[in-house]
Structures are given as structure tokens and as C-alpha cells.
């Protein structure tokens, strides 16, 4: 399947009520996308990184009663997982998409990783563009842009609050008209990727 883009529709299965009808909606009309996106991706960002990445698309298998409020991919070192370890996302909520690079709560070496970031902040703060979006919670919407933030607080709370995450990239209104575009959507967040990689790569070096 070659991927030709997001429809409102795609946006649309976050008011399906009831999980399973939303689960199956989810399943036929994104799940697939999420695929086709993976396929052009992972060889990118492998190549990039030169080391083999892994696709997951979430499942949402834990889930019982209530349905899942978002969905997304991630792409990671390890194909037995990716919560674990630092990793990039692509997702949708009811309103828009985000591509993320991820740190979040299941990590074992946050502290470590946020020590990092903490003696390079100025490195970091130019490595990041200043229209790009922070999250510290990727189960909640985030509007929060770099330069509207306390930066070094940021990481002062993910290194020490056991819940804190950390997630920098770009959110795309579910109007934009770039994610009707499949292969510019492509080209785009291959763009984002490659801004990111270098934190990426940052957070993942050994420490000298």
C-alpha cells in the first residue's frame, strides 16, 4: 500500500463511541496507514542512525472498557519493544497528528539521559527549532513550544519526577493540508527526523 495521506474521516474514528466499534475503526482506516508510512520510514532512519530500526503500531491490547483517545507507530532500536528506550512517534488525536521524539516514564536511564541534556542544554536548545512543539505528557494534548518554556525547569522535572516525560517535534492541525499529501507528508517528517536525530543520538552515546 503506498501511503496518499490523512482524511478528517482518519480524525473522525476518536468519536466513534465504545471500544470495540472504535478499536475496529481504528484497525481498518489508520492501522494500515501507519504501515505504509513505516515501510518508507524505518529504512531512513536506519540508514541514519547505522543501526536496524523496528516498527510497532500500538495495539491497545491492555485496554478493556474505555477506548483509546489517540493512537500512533513508534520506531525503535529493539523489536521487542519501544517504551523502554528512546524512540520516535507518529500519531493521531481527534484534532491533529504529532511526530515526536520520546522519552517517556518507562525508561530506566531517564535520570541519566536528563543529566545529559541538563550539561548540553545549550547545545540542545539550538539543536531544537524554536517553532517546535514539547510535550511532557504523551497522554495528554500539549500546545507548549520551546521558546515559551523554562527550558532548564523542563529538564530539572524530568530528571527528577518519576512520571515526567519528555517529548520534542511538530503537531499538524488534522485541517493541514500537508497531511493530505502523502508524499509530502513523507518528505516532511523525514525533515523533522533529521532535525531530532542528533538529540536522538545525544541521549543514546556512551557517556565518556
Not at 490523512?6 to 473522525?12: A, L, P, T
Not at 547505522?50 to 500500538?58: D, L, Q, S, T, V
Not at 477506548?67 to 507518529?90: C, E, V
Not at 517517556?104 to 539521559?113: A, D, G, N, V
Amino acid at each position: 500500500m503506498e501511503f496518499e495521506g490523512f482524511e478528517q474521516n482518519d480524525f473522525d474514528t476518536f468519536k466513534i463511541d465504545g471500544l470495540e466499534d472504535r478499536m475496529a475503526a481504528i484497525r481498518e482506516r489508520i492501522q494500515p496507514k501507519f504501515k505504509a508510512i513505516g515501510d518508507e520510514i524505518v529504512d531512513d532512519l536506519a540508514a541514519q542512525l547505522g543501526n536496524e530500526m523496528f516498527i510497532h503500531i500500538a495495539q491497545h491490547a491492555r485496554r478493556t472498557v474505555n477506548p483509546p483517545n489517540d493512537t500512533w507507530m513508534a520506531f525503535s532500536s529493539s523489536n521487542r519493544g519501544y517504551k523502554m528506550l528512546p524512540h520516535f512517534q507518529i500519531g493521531l488525536w481527534d484534532d491533529r497528528l504529532f511526530v515526536w521524539l520520546a522519552y517517556i516514564y518507562e525508561l530506566p536511564t531517564k535520570s541519566e539521559i536528563a543529566e545529559k541534556f541538563l550539561n548540553k542544554q545549550d547545545d540542545l536548545e539550538q539543536m531544537i527549532p524554536k517553532d517546535y512543539d514539547i510535550s511532557m505528557n504523551h497522554m495528554k494534548k500539549s500546545d507548549e513550544r520551546l521558546e515559551e518554556l523554562d527550558f532548564n525547569k523542563v529538564l530539572e522535572r524530568f530528571k527528577k519526577v518519576k512520571s515526567a516525560e519528555l517529548l520534542i517535534g511538530k503537531q499538524f492541525e488534522s485541517n493541514d493540508p500537508i497531511l493530505k499529501n502523502g508524499k509530502a507528508f513523507l518528505n516532511e517528517v523525514k525533515s523533522i527526523y533529521d532535525t531530532l536525530i542528533p538529540i536522538y543520538q545525544l541521549s543514546t552515546a556512551e557517556v565518556m
